[in-house]
């Protein structure tokens, strides 16, 4: 059974950074897209950046040159650095996978989902 598990988010200034993780359990597929997404009240999940299994990695323009994704294989784990928060970062933070290596933008392409972990950006 797979499962994915955020951790890290919190509540800091704007400026301030946080490092999200996103454990997975259960997931031994060779080839995968892994992304972060996030969602505040009110708006629609926003896709935030991915990594795939080649070590890939793409971000939205709102988060680029600010947010690095990062993998340990050994552990598992994918990794959100975001750096420079800004009060508009303020949202659920939810990691995905999906068990092929093209990524996509959409929600809907993805087979896993972690829970989410709340980060909240005040100015």
């Known amino acids: 059974q797979v499962q994915l598990v955020e951790s890290g988010g919190g509540s800091v200034q704007a400026g301030g950074s946080l490092t999200l993780s996103c454990a997975a359990s259960?997931?031994?597929?060779?080839?995968?897209?892994m992304s972060w997404f996030r969602q505040a009240p009110g708006k629609e999940r926003e896709w935030v950046g991915r990594?795939?299994?080649?070590?890939?990695?793409n971000y939205s323009n709102s988060v680029k040159g600010r947010f690095t994704i990062s993998q340990d294989n050994a552990k598992n784990t994918m990794y959100l650095q975001m750096n420079t928060l800004k009060p508009e970062d303020t949202a659920m933070y939810y990691c995905?996978?999906?068990?092929?290596?093209?990524?996509?933008?959409?929600?809907?392409?993805?087979?896993?989902w972690g829970q989410g972990t709340q980060v909240t950006v005040s100015s």
């Open positions: 259960g997931f031994s597929y060779r080839r995968y897209c």
């Open positions: 995905a996978a999906r068990t092929e290596d093209i990524c996509y933008l959409a929600s809907s392409y993805y087979n896993y």
């Open positions: 990594i795939n299994s080649g070590g890939i990695t």
